[in-house]
Nanobody, 125 residues
């Protein structure tokens, strides 16, 4: 059982940066792979980034590669999503997700068991 809480969202101007945090409860955080997803109004939830248990492997959606960075600090039970060069198209609710295991293929919503409540990111032009 893992509980996830996202924070760090807000309203920013295009071109600026924002860092999202995801704090997990439980003693098995380091045994879970993590992912970030986002969902814009009227659209399906889409994959943003994933990271393996040790933080050695990361993978990004093409739309954010080069701008976003996923990371984790297992000692703090926390995952991060650093978002740079934000665009209006990045506006969405952002969700942190966790899945027990260490697969590089956890890139779909159905691959994850645990989800946070989401944090809203709005990028103005």
């Amino acid at each position: 059982q893992v509980q996830l809480v996202e924070s760090g969202g807000g309203l920013v101007q295009a071109g600026r940066s924002l860092r999202l945090s995801c704090v997990a409860s439980g003693s098995t955080f380091s045994m879970h792979s993590l992912g970030w997803f986002r969902q814009a109004p009227g659209k399906e939830r889409e994959f943003v980034a994933t990271i393996d248990r040790s933080g050695s492997y990361t993978y990004y959606a093409a739309s954010v590669k080069g701008r976003f960075t996923i990371s984790r600090d297992n000692a703090k039970n926390t995952a991060y999503l650093q978002m740079n060069s934000l665009k209006p198209e990045d506006t969405a609710d952002y969700y942190c997700a966790a899945q027990y295991g260490d697969s590089h293929a956890y890139r779909r919503t159905v691959d994850y068991t645990y989800w946070g409540q989401g944090t809203q990111v709005t990028v103005s032009s």
